[in-house]
């Protein structure tokens, strides 16, 4: 019996293998391109476009900068990566996650490892950064929730906990068109890889 199709075909030309993903076919272009046209909130946010994953992606870099200020550049990658395997799987949202059940985590920890090898960070973060990323993540869904997907802050501080004083100051979401955010996104992810570059100690001679 004919096997179903388990790879998609990249606009870099690579073909992406979502069972057995690995970091050779793994492109930045690729992942910006993707995530900036995956809606969050599936599409139920306010404005002329919208709000995509790597506009958001962009924000919880930022929110972790702002809970670690010392933070290093390669952690901060990270926290720019955190939600890439979406670039290939879609973002899908909190209550149908828990109706698929197991077999989406493990589909998005696959890729996730294989897109963080591809950037020079360990397949598995220290628990301590997956903490931080996730505290910068629902920080970030309580402003967009509030400012842009129609939810009280009632709701917002019950659903995803109310934000660390001074977190969310001066965050002023305003979704912009796709190929703006691709752009931007390439700029922080390469701007964050040169950081860390220039901190690794020199060769030896």
Do not use: C
Not at 36 to 42: I, L
Not at 53 to 75: C, D, F, K, M, Q
Not at 145 to 153: D, S, V, Y
Request: net charge positive.
């Amino acid at each position: 019996m004919k096997q179903p199709r388990a790879w998609q075909r990249m606009l870099s030309g690579r073909r992406l293998d979502l069972l057995d993903p690995t970091p050779v076919d793994i492109e930045l272009e690729d992942i910006a391109h993707g995530l900036a046209f995956v809606a969050r909130w599936n599409g139920q946010t306010v404005g002329d476009w919208p709000y995509s994953v790597a506009e958001h992606s962009l924000l919880v870099e930022i929110l972790a900068g702002r809970l670690a200020p010392r933070l290093e550049p390669h952690w901060r990658l990270a926290a720019l990566l955190h939600d890439a395997p979406e670039y290939v799987i879609g973002d899908m949202i909190s209550p149908v996650k828990s109706a698929v059940g197991p077999g989406y985590g493990a589909l998005e920890a696959r890729l996730g490892a294989a897109i963080h090898l591809r950037f020079g960070l360990p397949a598995s973060l220290p628990e301590r950064i997956r903490t931080l990323i996730k505290r910068a993540d629902r920080i970030s869904a309580w402003i967009e929730a509030t400012q842009i997907a129609g939810f009280t802050r009632a709701e917002a501080d019950r659903i995803f906990g109310k934000p660390p004083a001074g977190s969310a100051d001066g965050i002023a979401i305003t979704p912009r068109p796709p190929l703006s955010v691709r752009r931007d996104f390439v700029a922080r992810h390469r701007a964050l890889e040169a950081e860390t570059d220039a901190l690794r100690p020199a060769p030896r001679r």
